[in-house]
């Protein structure tokens, strides 16, 4: 049997002709760039992220880096974040010249550990940036009390947990902004590139929308340099279609995710820990294992469709060398490297699939 790691077809055939519609009403009125779709989206995603604010933006790379020019982070400023996560978290703030600076994870969640902040913070620090990492959450009440001590901004990565909770509270809702992805992939995704910032701070979100679109204000004005960072309209819409059901996939996630975990309790296989401030999304369903690359080759080789989020923490790439980073420098984030494998665990999934996942999973690890 073949299990892809992700079926986008399943979940498009279902809301196929939604989309459609949606679609042909952007066309229709040739407003392809913001316009009231994406206003609608921005009005959505506030609301569904107990914000008061969304900007709608070009991806969720660009939300950060939205975020970081609008709150003036640049040159000679510090940026404390994890080592383990996609490049985009620190490859933004090297792209506003600041310098990323590393802090490693708690080895049972692969969030930031916030035990280890302080004394990574230094008198350029001017931010925060926990990654609420495979749809679970960081530790959000240390983080900001730290913040709050040293009177630093928080940018909530939340490309891979829209939707989650810490303490009853949505990720992007607690921090100075929350950043969201709507690449494919993710629980809600586009047919494209797409993301959205949330935040609470009324003048902030003004910036940022004057950000997005070069700075300028009125048209052919500008305010400061900003950059093209507009969201399409024929995103905004496939995403109007698909919001309504985001909370029930995320709920067939975890049910996929409980489903696992019984089935590979008292194994070799280290599952996912959830912490109990938290409800997770289960972007990703994340599994440890020793020897991880050969269970990999194996699941490939069965027609399981697995993947490595993250092969390589970011201090050890060559990008960021110049940081002057070594091996040793964050254990937990480089054995969390070698030894995690996400499976399948996306909502489509029926019995027979996960059945066949798990025992050729315990058929390699015996």
Known sequence: MQVPLLD????????KEDVLVQIGEVLDSQICIGGPKVKELEDKVAKFSDCKFAVGVSSGTDAILNSLMSLGIGPGDEVIT?????????GCIARVCAKPVFVDIDPKTYNINPALIEKAITKKTKAIMPVHL??????????????????????????QSIGSTYKGKKAGSIGTAGCFSFFP????GGIGDGGMIVAN??????????????GQNPTYYYKFVGGNFRLDAIQA????????YLEQWSQARRNNAEYYNKKFADTLIQTPFISPDCVTIYNQYVIRVPRRDELAKHLKENNIGCAIYYPMPLHLQECFAYLGYKQGDFP???KAAKEVLALPVYPELTEEMKDCVVQTILEAVK
Not at 82 to 90: E, G, N, S
Not at 201 to 214: F, P
């Open 82 to 90: 994890t080592p383990f996560t996609f490049f985009a978290t620190a």
């Open 332 to 334: 937990q984030s480089e």
């Open 134 to 159: 495979y749809g679970q959450m960081a530790d959000m009440d240390a983080i900001m009390s730290i913040a709050k001590k040293h009177n630093l901004y928080v940018i909530e990565d939340a490309a």
């Open 201 to 214: 701070d009324e003048e902030l979100a003004a910036k940022m929308r004057l950000t997005r679109d070069h």
């Open 237 to 244: 819409a496939a995403l109007l279609v698909k919001l309504p």
């Open 8 to 15: 986008l077809k399943a979940q498009y055939s279902k809301i």
């Open 185 to 188: 992939s993710k629980n809600l």
